[in-house]
């Protein structure tokens, strides 16, 4: 159960799904909505009755354009009941920048747990040539290299965006955003659903209501993540968690579903408010 409540990859995923990609393919489309949006958390199932309740939030904002990168601001606070008094909370912050070409990402995260200290991370990685260079100032300074083929999260939604509208169902990256301790990649498949046209009713929440929404279609993403380490020693093929929500064509997500293999966890959009984009010069 504790897995919930780490840096979590599919939430900080869900950061640069909301906020959407930059340049690239997308580019053609105009600017990327700023933002920011507020999610409701909620236990939608618990597979092997090991969590009674949970119930948390999560709070971002976004600012930036193609030009001069992204930066996310992000925080996720969560409670699980696991029952018989015992009850984990968790404060996950979040703040980072990813260039829009997706050569450059730098990040801070820092989780709590109870009344623990915090656990922190501090790094930056560059892309070049063939291969990324990593530099880890937390937990302690180290400096290492990925293979060039490795993509950031704002790039990872840029790519599924790019596969739906070419009509693609399936997409796998290796992708690393510098959770858990800066030092780990995911393998990640992503499965993508028929298209949802923009005049196809709904339930109702801020995004499907709000004008710079109502027009935009939106496609039905799945994806899962896979510890690559775990792969390549034992040929592990369960994932860690998968995450489903709904992605617009303008990067902004919906409908949330967090899937920790023994229980299941639920994002309703409690918030959306459009901010002022500021052009690239």
């Not at 979040?94 to 922190?120: C, H, L, P, Q, V």
């Not at 083929?149 to 739906?164: D, G």
Request: proline fraction near 4%; hydrophobic fraction near 35%.
């Amino acid at each position: 159960m504790m897995h919930l409540f780490r840096t979590s990859l599919g939430v900080m995923a869900l950061a640069a799904a909301a906020f959407g990609p930059g340049g690239g393919a997308l580019a053609a489309n105009g600017p990327f909505l700023a933002h920011q949006a507020l999610y409701d958390l909620s236990l939608v199932k618990s597979r092997s009755n090991s969590v009674n309740s949970a119930r948390g939030r999560i709070l971002y904002n976004f600012t930036g354009n193609a030009c001069e990168g992204y930066t996310s601001e992000f925080r996720q606070v969560s409670e699980l009941d696991s029952g018989e008094g015992k009850i984990t909370l968790s404060d996950l912050r979040s703040n980072s920048w990813e260039d829009g070409a997706g050569k450059s990402y730098r990040f801070k995260i820092e989780t709590r747990m109870n009344e623990a200290d915090a656990g922190r991370v501090d790094g930056s990685a560059e892309r070049d040539g063939d291969h990324i260079n990593v530099k880890l100032k937390l937990p302690a300074p180290k400096s290492f290299t990925l293979d060039g083929k490795v993509v950031f999260p704002t790039e990872q939604i840029q790519r599924i965006i790019a596969a739906a509208k070419e009509g693609k169902s399936l997409l796998e990256l290796s992708v690393y955003d510098g959770s858990d301790d800066g030092q780990k990649v995911y393998n990640t498949l992503t499965v993508i659903g028929q298209p949802i046209p923009a005049d196809r009713s709904t339930a109702s929440d801020p995004s499907t209501s709000d004008e710079h929404m109502k027009s935009l279609k939106r496609w039905p993403v799945t994806v899962s993540y896979f510890d690559r380490d775990a792969q390549q020693k034992e040929g592990e093929q369960t994932p860690v968690y998968a995450m489903s929500f709904e992605l617009y064509e303008n990067g902004v997500s919906r409908q949330l579903v967090l899937d920790y293999n023994d229980f299941v966890i639920s994002g309703a959009m409690g918030k959306f408010d459009v901010k002022d984009t500021k052009p690239c010069n």
